[in-house]
């Protein structure tokens, strides 16, 4: 007859980290680091995978499969993707190219592709049927990462300024607050020249 498991075995850790994890929830090797050598994870992960407590994404990355009683078992959102990648690096990432704007609503295209600065290394992922690209860039490109500014500039150097138009500029207006829309001209100066009207337009109340 097998033993059971040690409840302090990498195994069982691992095991009760993904239970107590959030349907959705995206994890590699590294984020279980601190429970046991890099052997026993990849057994504790394979395991998993066996026995459907977690989706092998691609090579070094797994899922906790969310489900929906319609649609059935979905895919992780790229959110919960790019946060296992960067997280144990702290690395910045800046959404963009069609990404970017389709996140601020101002494009109903869908990448096939999926795009993101990086003060980190450049690499590309697959997760599931999504690609996603990391893009290493310069520190001017990322001094804005994490802020509305920064997506707005990356969505508007996509978009290019002939398609930036009246009611893409009043759309932003009416999904984002006011007060966080002011907050944008505190980095126009991270812009470029031909942006900053359109950044004046989404800051102020009225046009």
């Not at 946060?83 to 096939?112: C, F, H, W």
């Not at 997760?127 to 893009?135: L, T």
């Amino acid at each position: 007859m097998p033993r059971s498991a040690s409840p302090n075995s990498t195994g069982s850790q691992i095991a009760r980290l993904v239970q107590q994890s959030a349907p959705g929830t995206v994890f590699t090797p590294d984020t279980f680091a601190l429970v046991g050598s890099r052997a026993s994870i990849d057994k504790a992960l394979q395991r998993l995978v066996a026995a459907g407590e977690l989706r092998r994404l691609s090579r070094g990355l797994y899922d906790k499969p969310r489900h929906d009683e319609l649609l059935g078992t979905l895919w992780p959102t790229v959110d919960a993707v790019v946060q296992a990648l960067v997280g144990k690096d702290m690395l910045r990432t800046q959404p963009a190219g069609v990404y970017a704007a389709n996140m601020l609503g101002i494009s109903e295209q869908v990448p096939a592709k999926i795009v993101f600065l990086t003060d980190g290394i450049s690499r590309t992922i697959k997760a599931g049927p999504m690609q996603i690209s990391f893009k290493r860039t310069t520190p001017r490109q990322m001094a804005a990462a994490g802020r509305l500014s920064g997506l707005l500039i990356q969505a508007f150097k996509s978009l290019g300024a002939p398609h930036i138009t009246p009611a893409r500029i009043e759309r932003l207006r009416q999904n984002i607050p006011a007060a966080e829309r002011a907050r944008v001209l505190q980095d126009i100066a991270l812009a470029p020249a031909w942006m900053r009207p359109f950044f004046r337009q989404v800051a102020q109340e009225e046009i």
